[in-house]
Protein backbone atom coordinates (compact mmCIF):
# COMPACT_ATOMS: atom_id res chain seq x y z
CA UNK A 1 0.00 0.00 0.00
CA UNK A 2 1.41 3.62 -0.91
CA UNK A 3 1.61 5.96 1.94
CA UNK A 4 0.33 9.62 1.71
CA UNK A 5 2.99 12.28 1.83
CA UNK A 6 2.59 16.14 2.70
CA UNK A 7 4.34 18.59 0.82
CA UNK A 8 4.23 22.59 -0.33
CA UNK A 9 3.86 24.07 -3.33
CA UNK A 10 3.28 27.45 -4.26
CA UNK A 11 0.63 29.16 -1.96
CA UNK A 12 -0.65 24.94 -1.10
CA UNK A 13 0.50 22.76 1.21
CA UNK A 14 -0.98 19.21 -0.23
CA UNK A 15 -0.80 15.78 0.06
CA UNK A 16 0.13 13.32 -2.42
CA UNK A 17 -0.11 9.66 -2.91
CA UNK A 18 1.99 8.21 -5.65
CA UNK A 19 1.28 4.53 -7.12
CA UNK A 20 4.06 1.75 -5.68
CA UNK A 21 4.08 0.28 -9.21
CA UNK A 22 4.06 1.97 -12.38
CA UNK A 23 0.88 4.34 -12.69
CA UNK A 24 -2.52 3.41 -14.50
CA UNK A 25 -4.11 6.30 -16.09
CA UNK A 26 -4.31 10.08 -15.15
CA UNK A 27 -3.41 11.71 -11.83
CA UNK A 28 -6.54 12.18 -9.31
CA UNK A 29 -7.04 15.87 -7.95
CA UNK A 30 -9.33 16.10 -4.77
CA UNK A 31 -10.90 19.51 -3.53
CA UNK A 32 -11.71 19.41 -0.13
CA UNK A 33 -14.17 21.63 1.70
CA UNK A 34 -15.51 23.28 4.52
CA UNK A 35 -14.10 22.63 7.66
CA UNK A 36 -12.03 19.72 6.33
CA UNK A 37 -8.48 19.78 4.28
CA UNK A 38 -6.56 17.19 2.37
CA UNK A 39 -6.80 15.30 5.10
CA UNK A 40 -10.16 14.28 4.28
CA UNK A 41 -8.87 12.07 1.37
CA UNK A 42 -6.56 10.31 2.78
CA UNK A 43 -8.87 7.02 3.20
CA UNK A 44 -9.60 7.49 -0.43
CA UNK A 45 -6.32 8.29 -1.37
CA UNK A 46 -4.47 5.15 -0.47
CA UNK A 47 -6.81 2.76 -2.44
CA UNK A 48 -7.07 4.82 -5.28
CA UNK A 49 -2.80 5.22 -5.37
CA UNK A 50 -2.64 1.01 -4.24
CA UNK A 51 -5.00 0.78 -8.01
CA UNK A 52 -2.17 3.08 -10.23
CA UNK A 53 -3.79 6.52 -9.31
CA UNK A 54 -1.27 9.24 -8.16
CA UNK A 55 -3.38 11.57 -6.33
CA UNK A 56 -2.96 15.12 -5.56
CA UNK A 57 -4.83 16.82 -2.46
CA UNK A 58 -4.13 20.50 -1.55
CA UNK A 59 -5.48 22.54 1.14
CA UNK A 60 -7.28 25.89 0.11
CA UNK A 61 -6.13 29.10 1.58
CA UNK A 62 -6.42 29.11 5.35
CA UNK A 63 -6.76 25.00 5.86
CA UNK A 64 -4.85 22.23 6.30
CA UNK A 65 -1.32 24.11 6.39
CA UNK A 66 -1.83 26.60 3.63
CA UNK A 67 -1.13 30.25 4.16
CA UNK A 68 -3.74 32.28 4.86
CA UNK A 69 -2.17 35.13 2.29
CA UNK A 70 -5.51 35.06 0.33
CA UNK A 71 -7.93 36.36 1.03
CA UNK A 72 -9.43 32.93 0.73
CA UNK A 73 -12.20 34.02 -1.43
CA UNK A 74 -13.61 31.70 -3.88
CA UNK A 75 -11.57 34.16 -6.78
CA UNK A 76 -8.26 33.66 -5.03
CA UNK A 77 -8.53 30.17 -4.51
CA UNK A 78 -9.74 29.45 -7.91
CA UNK A 79 -6.69 31.14 -9.33
CA UNK A 80 -4.25 29.83 -6.64
CA UNK A 81 -5.62 25.72 -7.67
CA UNK A 82 -4.95 27.16 -11.61
CA UNK A 83 -1.50 27.71 -10.83
CA UNK A 84 -1.08 25.22 -8.33
CA UNK A 85 -2.12 22.31 -11.21
CA UNK A 86 0.51 23.98 -13.73
CA UNK A 87 3.22 24.15 -11.15
CA UNK A 88 2.46 20.22 -10.53
CA UNK A 89 2.32 20.01 -14.26
CA UNK A 90 -1.14 17.43 -13.64
CA UNK A 91 -2.04 17.40 -17.41
CA UNK A 92 -5.00 15.85 -17.89
CA UNK A 93 -6.92 14.80 -14.51
CA UNK A 94 -10.28 12.97 -12.86
CA UNK A 95 -10.93 15.41 -10.43
CA UNK A 96 -12.74 14.30 -7.42
CA UNK A 97 -14.41 17.62 -5.15
CA UNK A 98 -16.41 18.67 -1.60
CA UNK A 99 -19.04 21.02 -0.38
CA UNK A 100 -16.89 24.42 -0.87
CA UNK A 101 -14.07 22.40 -3.35
CA UNK A 102 -17.44 22.13 -5.65
CA UNK A 103 -17.17 25.65 -6.30
CA UNK A 104 -13.59 25.88 -6.73
CA UNK A 105 -12.71 22.70 -8.40
CA UNK A 106 -16.11 23.01 -10.93
CA UNK A 107 -15.14 26.31 -11.96
CA UNK A 108 -12.13 25.70 -12.87
CA UNK A 109 -12.94 22.49 -14.43
CA UNK A 110 -14.86 24.71 -16.87
CA UNK A 111 -12.00 26.37 -17.80
CA UNK A 112 -9.83 24.13 -18.57
CA UNK A 113 -12.28 21.39 -20.10
CA UNK A 114 -9.14 20.24 -21.99
CA UNK A 115 -7.56 19.25 -18.41
CA UNK A 116 -10.55 17.24 -17.30
CA UNK A 117 -10.76 13.52 -17.97
CA UNK A 118 -13.66 12.47 -15.76
CA UNK A 119 -15.74 14.29 -12.59
CA UNK A 120 -16.88 12.88 -8.75
CA UNK A 121 -19.32 15.42 -7.91
CA UNK A 122 -19.89 15.12 -3.87
CA UNK A 123 -22.22 17.05 -1.34
CA UNK A 124 -22.13 20.40 -2.99
CA UNK A 125 -23.93 23.11 -5.46
CA UNK A 126 -23.19 24.23 -8.72
CA UNK A 127 -26.16 26.50 -9.52
CA UNK A 128 -26.57 30.35 -10.09
CA UNK A 129 -29.99 30.20 -8.22
CA UNK A 130 -28.33 28.40 -5.26
CA UNK A 131 -29.39 29.39 -1.68
CA UNK A 132 -27.56 29.83 1.56
CA UNK A 133 -28.13 27.61 4.43
CA UNK A 134 -28.92 29.22 7.66
CA UNK A 135 -25.22 28.69 9.24
CA UNK A 136 -23.16 29.82 5.74
CA UNK A 137 -26.27 32.78 5.92
CA UNK A 138 -25.32 33.89 9.37
CA UNK A 139 -21.46 33.87 8.69
CA UNK A 140 -22.13 35.88 5.29
CA UNK A 141 -24.14 38.27 7.81
CA UNK A 142 -23.59 41.19 9.82
CA UNK A 143 -22.70 39.50 12.85
CA UNK A 144 -20.59 36.85 10.84
CA UNK A 145 -17.51 37.96 12.57
CA UNK A 146 -18.84 37.39 15.83
CA UNK A 147 -19.99 33.87 15.21
CA UNK A 148 -16.46 33.64 14.20
CA UNK A 149 -14.67 34.78 17.25
CA UNK A 150 -17.42 32.94 19.56
CA UNK A 151 -16.38 29.43 18.00
CA UNK A 152 -14.48 27.45 20.58
CA UNK A 153 -12.69 24.53 20.38
CA UNK A 154 -15.91 22.73 22.50
CA UNK A 155 -18.31 24.34 20.10
CA UNK A 156 -16.80 23.06 16.76
CA UNK A 157 -16.09 19.28 18.38
CA UNK A 158 -20.38 19.65 19.00
CA UNK A 159 -20.66 20.69 15.90
CA UNK A 160 -18.14 17.84 13.86
CA UNK A 161 -19.31 15.29 16.00
CA UNK A 162 -23.15 16.30 15.21
CA UNK A 163 -22.28 15.96 11.79
CA UNK A 164 -21.02 12.81 11.78
CA UNK A 165 -19.56 9.21 14.06
CA UNK A 166 -16.73 9.12 11.72
CA UNK A 167 -14.97 12.11 13.20
CA UNK A 168 -11.99 10.94 15.54
CA UNK A 169 -10.05 13.02 17.73
CA UNK A 170 -7.01 13.41 15.45
CA UNK A 171 -9.23 14.87 12.90
CA UNK A 172 -10.99 16.89 14.75
CA UNK A 173 -7.87 18.39 16.46
CA UNK A 174 -6.34 18.55 12.86
CA UNK A 175 -9.70 20.13 11.57
CA UNK A 176 -9.47 22.59 14.60
CA UNK A 177 -5.96 24.05 14.37
CA UNK A 178 -6.78 26.42 12.02
CA UNK A 179 -9.36 27.97 13.43
CA UNK A 180 -7.21 28.21 16.72
CA UNK A 181 -4.23 30.14 14.84
CA UNK A 182 -6.68 32.64 13.49
CA UNK A 183 -6.15 31.80 9.76
CA UNK A 184 -9.32 29.16 9.82
CA UNK A 185 -11.73 31.71 10.84
CA UNK A 186 -10.36 34.82 8.66
CA UNK A 187 -10.60 32.43 5.65
CA UNK A 188 -14.05 30.85 6.17
CA UNK A 189 -15.59 34.90 6.53
CA UNK A 190 -13.48 35.60 3.50
CA UNK A 191 -14.84 32.85 1.90
CA UNK A 192 -18.47 32.48 2.55
CA UNK A 193 -18.45 36.47 2.11
CA UNK A 194 -17.15 36.00 -1.38
CA UNK A 195 -19.50 33.44 -2.40
CA UNK A 196 -22.51 34.45 -3.90
CA UNK A 197 -24.03 32.11 -6.22
CA UNK A 198 -24.52 34.80 -9.23
CA UNK A 199 -21.14 34.60 -10.00
CA UNK A 200 -21.60 30.88 -11.44
CA UNK A 201 -23.68 32.51 -13.85
CA UNK A 202 -20.67 32.33 -16.32
CA UNK A 203 -20.25 28.35 -15.61
CA UNK A 204 -23.93 27.53 -16.14
CA UNK A 205 -24.18 24.50 -18.73
CA UNK A 206 -20.71 24.10 -18.88
CA UNK A 207 -20.32 21.03 -16.91
CA UNK A 208 -22.23 19.23 -19.53
CA UNK A 209 -20.84 20.54 -21.96
CA UNK A 210 -17.55 19.67 -21.01
CA UNK A 211 -18.35 15.89 -21.86
CA UNK A 212 -16.94 14.20 -19.18
CA UNK A 213 -17.80 10.76 -16.91
CA UNK A 214 -19.55 12.46 -13.99
CA UNK A 215 -20.24 10.58 -11.14
CA UNK A 216 -22.25 12.29 -8.40
CA UNK A 217 -21.46 10.67 -5.06
CA UNK A 218 -23.88 12.16 -2.34
CA UNK A 219 -25.03 11.54 1.10
CA UNK A 220 -28.73 10.67 1.65
CA UNK A 221 -29.58 12.96 4.98
CA UNK A 222 -27.26 16.03 3.64
CA UNK A 223 -28.63 18.81 4.79
CA UNK A 224 -26.83 21.32 3.65
CA UNK A 225 -26.78 20.29 0.45
CA UNK A 226 -29.31 18.28 0.28
CA UNK A 227 -29.68 15.04 -2.30
CA UNK A 228 -32.53 17.47 -4.72
CA UNK A 229 -29.59 19.12 -6.01
CA UNK A 230 -27.62 16.20 -6.74
CA UNK A 231 -30.90 14.78 -9.13
CA UNK A 232 -30.74 18.30 -10.87
CA UNK A 233 -27.63 18.00 -11.58
CA UNK A 234 -27.76 14.37 -12.97
CA UNK A 235 -30.85 16.21 -15.14
CA UNK A 236 -28.42 18.58 -16.62
CA UNK A 237 -25.21 16.80 -17.23
CA UNK A 238 -25.66 13.72 -19.60
CA UNK A 239 -24.55 10.49 -18.62
CA UNK A 240 -24.10 11.76 -15.01
CA UNK A 241 -24.57 8.46 -12.47
CA UNK A 242 -25.99 9.33 -9.44
CA UNK A 243 -24.78 7.16 -6.20
CA UNK A 244 -27.15 8.09 -2.87
CA UNK A 245 -24.90 6.42 0.09
CA UNK A 246 -27.62 5.28 2.51
CA UNK A 247 -27.53 6.67 5.90
CA UNK A 248 -24.82 9.02 5.11
CA UNK A 249 -24.93 13.05 5.47
CA UNK A 250 -22.96 16.05 4.30
CA UNK A 251 -19.64 14.09 5.15
CA UNK A 252 -20.42 11.11 3.10
CA UNK A 253 -16.92 10.13 2.79
CA UNK A 254 -16.37 10.46 6.85
CA UNK A 255 -19.71 8.54 7.18
CA UNK A 256 -18.46 5.70 4.54
CA UNK A 257 -15.28 6.15 3.57
CA UNK A 258 -14.88 1.99 2.59
CA UNK A 259 -18.22 2.44 0.61
CA UNK A 260 -17.00 5.66 -0.95
CA UNK A 261 -14.10 4.23 -2.46
CA UNK A 262 -15.54 1.43 -3.53
CA UNK A 263 -17.84 3.48 -5.46
CA UNK A 264 -14.86 6.23 -6.65
CA UNK A 265 -12.56 3.00 -7.68
CA UNK A 266 -15.97 1.21 -9.87
CA UNK A 267 -16.24 4.42 -11.57
CA UNK A 268 -12.88 5.39 -12.63
CA UNK A 269 -11.46 1.86 -13.77
CA UNK A 270 -14.01 2.49 -16.45
Known amino acids: MSSVERKLEGAFSYREAT ?139 AMMRSQSSGFGDEEIAAYWEPFESGRGRRSMLEFYRSMDFEKLTPYQGRLASLGAPTLLLWGETDEFAPVAGAKRMQREVPGAELVVIEGAGHFVYDDEPQRCAAEVQRFLSR
Not at 46 to 66: K, V
Not at 74 to 99: P, R, W
Not at 132 to 154: K, Q, S, T, V, Y
Open 19 to 157: PPGSERGSPVLLVHGFPESSLMWEPLMAPLSAAGRRCIAPDLYGFGDSTDDGPATFETNLSALTAFHQELDLGTVALIVHDWGGFVGLAWACEHPESVEALVISDTGFFADGKWHGMAEAIRGPDGGAFAEAMNREAFE
